[in-house]
């Protein structure tokens, strides 16, 4: 059965989309709004966009928007009711009984959290047992104290084929539920067995400190060396990192980037708080967004071979993106973070990440690596290359600045850098341009919804059709002073369907906003409606407003209506003209 309306209207009052999105986002309010990096795509100017007032969001780069159920189904990936869950248990309403078929989704997600945490529980269990010394006797081989190993809940899993099987089933846990969660495997002949054998666990919790997976390193040769938990409905590695729900309460200001769960594990236990690891993946944008939403400087601190260093250029574009200043820690005498603590201490290590060394001049160093400069033509290669790279800069003082660390390595003057420079901004600026050309020479095209499946067929009456809704949502005691108008009279299908359903909800006394329209509208739908809503709107003129869009979309109305009897009365005459045809072959 669906939410009863009354809850849901309760519990959007009690949720502030503000305060809500300031939970993964950070905000600055401009005027009556607030602005901020949109946690859906990557991005480095704030184009995200909060309205308290009407209380929702939209973003103005990506085109994502709705309310406050929305944001949540977005962010973490949920069906509208168990985003609705999420939100009640927030704000300590009890969801209603009997919610319906969607609630087996939230109650799998939940079963596989309370499976993990008990799993979790186990594998730390067993460390400290008999049949765990092995992984024990490594991790103290690593360094790592007691309290380091109790606080991170690492664990190890026992070298047999059901030995988490086993034991989940004496706590009320079946092997299907197993393989849900990720913990087990079923091979091609259906048996079902341990995902994690002889293995030391690293746990992977959440911001929220749920469990969602875990990563496991071997013991002994076989591979993969460390094995990590699948994609389940609770787990998704592009969507999460190691050990931020202990950095994100960091005051350090920066996020160290490792790239395992060892190197982090080894920065906390010294001092720094503040090192994550991506999860047996490359970083990836949504890594990007989830680390903008807790930290303005990234500090990429990963081993010093050729897998590290490619892998650092191929973080440093996305991490920019996102939003974050990125600087690159380059280590010597040290393959990675562990050992280089290990051989040089804490403090040593504090000094080298205050001596970070600026993304750019560590692209420019990067690409210097690809040329000798002792030979003009590479020379000539390596300038041009580098040129691109200092063009994309945003500022002109920061271009001038590396443009001439360029020049310097090159043994060229700075002026003559500088023309390097400036053709490749000009070139780039002609193509920026000649695309904005291209999207302002269809004017008309700007008014049109984004997905073409929404695509109006008459604009100034869809136009007329948005100010009617924008009014409905502002203020619902306007419903009775719109002259019967219904959505069927609408020109867009879309905007007919969520004004019938606002003018019901204020003929009954419920709220109006965006939110309550989740639930029966699509992610795309949604979208184009918060656009709607987003737009400037007055009620100070509310009667003289509804007259003139009334008037446009039942003018709107009556063309489509004259053409429909038009276009009936023309097949009624062809048919007329085939049957008379057809009379006449037969009489000859």
């Given at each position: 059965?669906?939410?009863?309306?009354?809850?849901?209207d309760?519990?959007?009052?009690?949720?502030?989309?503000v305060?809500?999105?300031?939970?993964?986002?950070?905000?600055?309010?401009k005027?009556?709004s607030?602005?901020?990096?949109?946690p859906?795509?990557?991005?480095?100017?704030?184009?995200?966009?909060?309205?308290?007032?009407?209380?929702?969001?939209?973003?103005?780069?990506?085109?994502?928007?709705?309310?406050?159920?929305?944001?949540?189904?977005?962010?973490?990936?949920?069906?509208?009711?168990?985003?609705?869950?999420?939100?009640?248990?927030?704000?300590?309403?009890?969801?209603?009984?009997?919610?319906?078929?969607?609630?087996?989704?939230?109650?799998?997600?939940?079963?596989?959290?309370?499976?993990?945490?008990?799993?979790?529980?186990?594998?730390?269990?067993?460390?400290?047992?008999?049949?765990?010394?092995?992984?024990?006797?490594?991790?103290?081989?690593?360094?790592?104290?007691?309290?380091?190993?109790?606080?991170?809940?690492?664990?190890?899993?026992?070298?047999?084929?059901?030995?988490?099987?086993?034991?989940?089933?004496?706590?009320?846990?079946d092997?299907?539920?197993?393989?849900?969660?990720?913990l087990?495997?079923?091979?091609?002949?259906?048996?079902?067995?341990?995902r994690?054998?002889?293995?030391?666990?690293?746990?992977?919790?959440?911001v929220?400190?749920s469990?969602?997976?875990?990563?496991?390193?071997?013991?002994?040769?076989?591979?993969?060396?460390?094995l990590?938990?699948?994609?389940?409905?609770?787990?998704?590695?592009s969507r999460?990192?190691?050990?931020?729900?202990?950095?994100?309460?960091?005051?350090?200001?920066?996020?160290?980037?490792?790239?395992?769960?060892?190197?982090?594990?080894?920065?906390h236990?010294?001092?720094?708080?503040?090192?994550?690891?991506?999860?047996?993946?490359?970083?990836?944008?949504e890594h990007?967004?989830?680390?903008?939403?807790?930290?303005?400087?990234a500090?990429?601190?990963?081993?010093?071979?050729g897998?590290?260093?490619?892998?650092?250029?191929?973080?440093?574009?996305?991490?920019?993106?996102?939003?974050?200043?990125?600087?690159?820690?380059?280590?010597q005498?040290?393959?990675?973070?562990?050992?280089?603590?290990k051989?040089?201490?804490?403090?040593?290590f504090?000094?080298?990440?205050?001596?970070?060394?600026?993304?750019?001049?560590?692209?420019?160093?990067?690409?210097?690596?690809?040329?000798?400069?002792?030979?003009?033509g590479?020379?000539?290669?390596?300038?041009?290359?580098?040129?691109?790279?200092?063009?994309?800069?945003?500022?002109a003082v920061?271009?001038?600045?590396?443009?001439?660390?360029?020049?310097?390595?090159?043994?060229?003057?700075?002026?003559?850098?500088k023309?390097?420079?400036?053709?490749?901004?000009k070139?780039?600026?002609?193509?920026?341009?000649?695309?904005?050309?291209?999207?302002?020479?269809a004017?008309?095209?700007q008014l049109?919804?984004?997905?073409r499946?929404?695509?109006y067929?008459?604009?100034?009456?869809?136009?007329?059709?948005?100010?009617?809704?924008r009014?409905?949502?502002?203020?619902p005691?306007?419903?009775?002073?719109?002259?019967?108008?219904?959505?069927?009279?609408?020109?867009?299908?879309?905007?007919?369907?969520?004004?019938?359903?606002?003018?019901?909800?204020?003929?009954?006394?419920?709220s109006?906003?965006?939110?309550?329209?989740?639930?029966?509208?699509?992610?795309?739908e949604?979208?184009?409606?918060?656009?709607?809503?987003?737009?400037?709107?007055?009620?100070a003129n509310?009667?003289?407003?509804?007259?003139?869009?009334?008037?446009?979309?039942?003018?709107?109305?009556?063309?489509?209506?004259?053409?429909?009897?038009?276009?009936?009365?023309?097949?009624?005459a062809?048919?007329?003209f085939q049957?008379?045809k057809?009379?006449?072959?037969e009489s000859?």
């Open positions: 059965m669906p939410l009863p309306d009354r809850f849901l309760e519990l959007l009052a009690r949720t502030d989309i305060d809500l999105v300031s939970e993964s986002v950070r905000l600055t309010k005027g009556n607030y602005w901020g990096c949109c859906f795509h990557s991005e480095k100017t704030p184009s995200f966009h909060v309205l308290p007032d009407r209380q929702i969001y939209k973003c103005f780069g990506c085109g994502k928007g709705g309310g406050a159920v929305n944001y949540v189904m977005e962010l973490e990936n949920l069906s509208f009711l168990d985003a609705v869950a999420v939100l009640a248990h927030r704000a300590g309403v009890q969801m209603p009984e009997n919610r319906g078929v969607s609630a087996g989704g939230r109650e799998r997600r939940e079963k596989i959290l309370e499976i993990n945490r008990q799993a979790a529980r186990t594998f730390h269990r067993w460390l400290k047992a008999p049949e765990g010394a092995e992984g024990l006797d490594y991790l103290r081989r690593r360094g790592l104290s007691r309290s380091t190993l109790t606080g991170f809940g690492l664990g190890f899993a026992p070298n047999r084929w059901d030995a988490l099987i086993t034991e989940m089933a004496s706590q009320g846990y092997k299907r539920d197993l393989l849900d969660a990720g087990a495997v079923s091979n091609k002949d259906g048996r079902i067995y341990d994690f054998r002889n293995r030391v666990m690293f746990p992977i919790i959440d929220r400190g469990v969602i997976g875990f990563g496991g390193r071997v013991m002994d040769d076989a591979t993969p060396k460390y990590n938990s699948p994609d389940t409905p609770v787990y998704n590695k999460n990192v190691f050990a931020l729900n202990r950095a994100k309460t960091s005051k350090a200001g920066r996020v160290i980037l490792t790239e395992g769960y060892m190197d982090t594990i080894a920065l236990q010294a001092g720094f708080d503040s090192a994550v690891a991506s999860l047996g993946t490359a970083l990836t944008e990007g967004q989830l680390l903008s939403r807790y930290f303005k400087e500090v990429i601190a990963y081993d010093g071979d897998a590290g260093i490619a892998a650092a250029q191929r973080a440093i574009p996305l991490l920019e993106k996102a939003g974050l200043k990125v600087k690159v820690l380059r280590m005498g040290a393959k990675d973070p562990d050992e280089f603590i051989s040089y201490g804490r403090d040593a504090a000094r080298l990440l205050d001596q970070s060394e600026n993304q750019v001049d560590y692209r420019l160093a990067q690409i210097q690596k690809k040329y000798d400069l002792t030979d003009d590479q020379r000539i290669a390596f300038l041009q290359e580098a040129a691109q790279l200092v063009s994309t800069l945003h500022s920061e271009r001038e600045v590396y443009g001439g660390h360029a020049a310097q390595t090159a043994g060229v003057s700075v002026e003559t850098m023309l390097e420079v400036d053709r490749a901004l070139g780039r600026l002609r193509k920026e341009k000649r695309q904005l050309e291209r999207r302002e020479l004017p008309a095209s049109q919804p984004k997905a499946g929404l695509r067929e008459n604009i100034r009456s869809a136009r007329a059709e948005e100010g009617l809704l009014l409905l949502m502002l203020d005691g306007l419903a009775g002073k719109m002259d019967g108008m219904t959505g069927e009279e609408f020109s867009s299908p879309l905007l007919g369907k969520a004004f019938d359903r606002l003018r019901s909800r204020a003929v009954e006394g419920l109006t906003q965006l939110d309550a329209l989740a639930g029966e509208f699509e992610r795309e949604m979208d184009h409606l918060a656009q709607v809503a987003i737009q400037p709107e007055s009620v509310s009667a003289r407003s509804i007259r003139d869009y009334i008037d446009i979309i039942r003018g709107g109305h009556q063309l489509r209506k004259s053409g429909e009897q038009h276009d009936e009365l023309l097949l009624a062809q048919k007329r049957q008379k057809a009379y006449m072959e000859k």
